[in-house]
């Protein structure tokens, strides 16, 4: 390999060099965001395909997002591509869902969450009309939080203290101190709707009879942008935005796993390949999970705040159990997203969250795309994947030989209530375990949202998007600020905007040429 300091771009001149490790949507995002601004970039992806929990598996005719379904606030997404000088709509089709999800109690019962004011306070009406002007608060005040949580905290940086004495007052008026659930049982009597209005930190891995309050302006991001599906699945979004950052002339690369980031007199230098190889950078961000890039990619004497010790003290989100499956029938009656209570609630996240117990019941989130978009599956058939909350790897469960009987008591259970016969009708399978998280995602602990987002985790608290331990290193993703879910993660990446320099510092910047082109066919 030959290190040159300067590549001349055929187009533009010479750019400094930016590599991104990991090609989650964070990672994606990033990548658009600083080719924009100048830089040319290298995505770095361990993996066979672009994603991360955003990936794709495709079998027997069936196709299944891994990872989220649920896409709110698109015009995160719309950005990226008007950056580029271009239309997302030219690219992706984005479908509305409605309802957003139902929700179905134990006991049968059920309620349908949409976006529709007058639909919602008749759902509130008709389960607990002693509720709806409680209700109609609740929202006034998920409005409220929205607007500061949301559209002014989602993209700033948290780097200082002053970042977050700054925002102290605000959040002692939205009441940040108290939890989700306290919030919404301060508004709302009945305990069914409490539920309804509490699960959204469940999306984000967070618990919410823990998480902050902050978190209820998903109630209000939900209702002001709608809830989306891309045609196609979610793995539409993901190529759309590989190919915008391919027709920028950057690079995604794959099987690309990245052993260490280098750091020369405190600033990142570029990264050590897996298979040996060095390639330098100007920058250096990574979308690879926050505790797993302090404790795995940075040696230990370049941290002196990310020590192995803080990193292992974090509290982590929980994990998931995931079964994708495709059936030979349709179920027409069932909605595009359902959420299934269990019997036990608060009980239930402490056994996830606190105990670290793997329960014999369980909450679910039933996903059944084709409800909107049948060529997810062969003809006359459906595309499903269900997923459940359980603890990350702390919990002294061996998934290799509880899985099968958990997947059968998932499917006894959607068996008996809405999915009549599907043992009979199941003809594709596959599982994610919290080991798929931890072995694949390389997640530590298997937590499917990284550091759990409580208040002491959260913005100047949670890892910084410019990097405490190393100059020139910046992190996007579910572990960085502002949290997970993908509004959360793109938003991390236009934090970076803020953070890092502008490419024009770097004058003429490094480039690596090396003899599988990578530096050489740069845009
Ligand atoms: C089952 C499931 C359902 C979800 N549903 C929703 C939903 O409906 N709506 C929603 O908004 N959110 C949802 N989420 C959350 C959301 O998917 C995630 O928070 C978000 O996609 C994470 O994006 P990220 O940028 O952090 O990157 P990740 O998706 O975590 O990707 C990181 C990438 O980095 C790569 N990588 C790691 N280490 C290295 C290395 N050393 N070298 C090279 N590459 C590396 C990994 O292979 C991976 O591709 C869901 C999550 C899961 C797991």
């Known amino acids: 390999m030959i290190y040159v300091n300067l590549v001349q771009d055929q187009r533009s001149g010479p750019r400094p060099h930016a590599i991104v490790i990991g090609s989650g949507f964070g990672g994606l995002a990033a990548a658009v965001r600083l080719g924009a601004r100048g830089y040319r970039v290298t995505v770095l992806e361990r993996r066979d395909q672009p994603g991360g929990r955003a990936s794709v598996y495709r079998q027997d005719g069936f196709t299944f997002d891994a990872g989220p379904t649920v896409i709110t606030a698109p015009f995160l997404f719309e950005e990226l ?60 005040m998920s409005r409220r939080i929205y607007e500061v949580g949301f559209e002014q905290l989602a993209h700033a940086p948290f780097g200082r203290w002053t970042d977050m004495a700054r925002i102290v007052p605000d959040m002692v008026r939205l009441r940040s101190y108290r939890t989700v659930y306290g919030l919404v049982a301060s508004f709302v009597h009945d305990e069914r709707l409490r539920q309804v209005l509490s699960f959204h930190p469940l999306l984000v891995g967070g618990n919410p009879f823990e998480t902050t309050s902050i978190y209820t302006l998903i109630a209000w991001l939900e ?18 935005l590989v190919e915008l950052i391919e027709r920028q002339g950057h690079r995604v690369r794959y099987g690309a796993g990245v052993e260490r980031i280098l750091v020369e007199d405190g600033r990142a230098c570029g990264v050590l390949l897996e298979n040996g190889r060095r390639m330098p950078a100007d920058v250096v961000v990574s979308n690879a999970d926050a505790g797993w890039t302090y404790k795995h ?40 997203h359902t959420i299934m209570l269990g019997p036990r609630y608060k009980p239930l996240l402490e056994d996830i969250f606190r105990n670290h117990r793997l329960a014999d019941d369980f909450s679910l989130y039933l996903h059944r795309p084709t409800a909107t978009d049948t060529s997810l599956a062969p003809a006359g058939c459906d595309a499903f994947y269900v997923l459940s909350p359980v603890p990350h790897l702390d919990a002294d469960v061996d998934w290799t030989a509880r899985a ?26 596959r599982l994610l375990t919290p080991l798929g998280f931890r072995d694949d995602l390389l997640a530590l602990k298997g937590a499917a949202f990284g ?21 020139n290193l910046f992190l996007v993703g579910a572990g960085t600020h502002p949290g997970a879910g993908v509004p959360g993660v793109l938003s991390s990446a236009k934090v970076l905007d803020a953070v890092v320099p502008d490419a024009s510092t770097f004058g003429r910047g490094t480039v690596a040429v090396d003899d599988d082109g990578v530096g050489s066919h740069a845009a």
Request: glycine share 6%; charged share 25%.
């Open 81 to 140: 591509w008007s950056l580029c000088g271009e239309r997302m709509a030219d690219h992706v089709e984005l479908v509305p869902v409605s309802p957003f999800y139902r929700i179905r109690f134990h006991d049968g019962t059920s309620f349908d969450y949409t976006g529709d004011p007058a639909a919602m306070r008749a759902e509130v009406a008709r389960l607990a009309p002693d509720d709806v002007a409680g209700y109609e608060r609740f929202v006034e």
């Open 297 to 336: 990619l940075l040696a230990p004497e370049v941290r002196h705040h990310w020590t192995d010790e803080r990193v292992e003290r974090a509290r982590y989100s929980m994990s998931l159990f995931v079964w994708y499956f495709g059936t030979k029938r349709r179920y027409d009656d069932v909605a595009h």
């Open 404 to 429: 099968e009987p958990y997947r059968q008591a998932i499917e006894a259970f959607l068996s008996q209530t809405i999915l009549p016969g599907l043992e009979r009708e199941v003809v594709s399978s």
């Open 223 to 240: 209702r002001k942008w709608g809830v989306w599906f891309a045609k196609g699945g979610t793995t539409s979004l993901v190529r759309g």
């Open 451 to 471: 550091m759990e987002p409580v208040l002491l985790q959260s913005a100047y608290f949670r890892p910084h998007n410019a990097s405490e331990d190393v100059q």
